[in-house]
């Protein structure tokens, strides 16, 4: 069930919309629009949502997929080398 609350609320009332975001996504509203969604995460799908919503990495992904296109497969030592030189590129 999505929420919405606005900033106002939000501020007086930060951990309990936490809780709720826990629940289910919380969409923050500024003079009646929304602007934020909170979207609780547990430890262990943190990191996927980064990449998940990461630009240089979606781009990554789709120069990679066009790569393939072009070429056919990649061994999977040089995959595994592309994408280890790939991460650490990201993460400066």
Do not use: C
Not at 20 to 49: C, I, M, N, W
């Amino acid at each position: 069930m999505v929420r919405f609350v606005n900033v106002r609320e939000l501020k007086n009332r930060v951990s309990r919309v936490i809780r709720q975001a826990q629940k289910g996504d919380v969409v923050v509203t500024s003079r009646g629009k929304p602007t934020v969604v909170l979207h609780a995460v547990a430890g262990d799908e943190l990191e996927d949502y980064l990449l998940a919503h990461s630009p240089k990495f979606l781009k990554s992904l789709e120069q990679s997929y066009q790569q393939y296109q072009r070429k056919g497969t990649v061994s999977l030592a040089t995959l595994l080398t592309q994408t280890e030189r790939e991460l650490e590129r990201l993460q400066r």
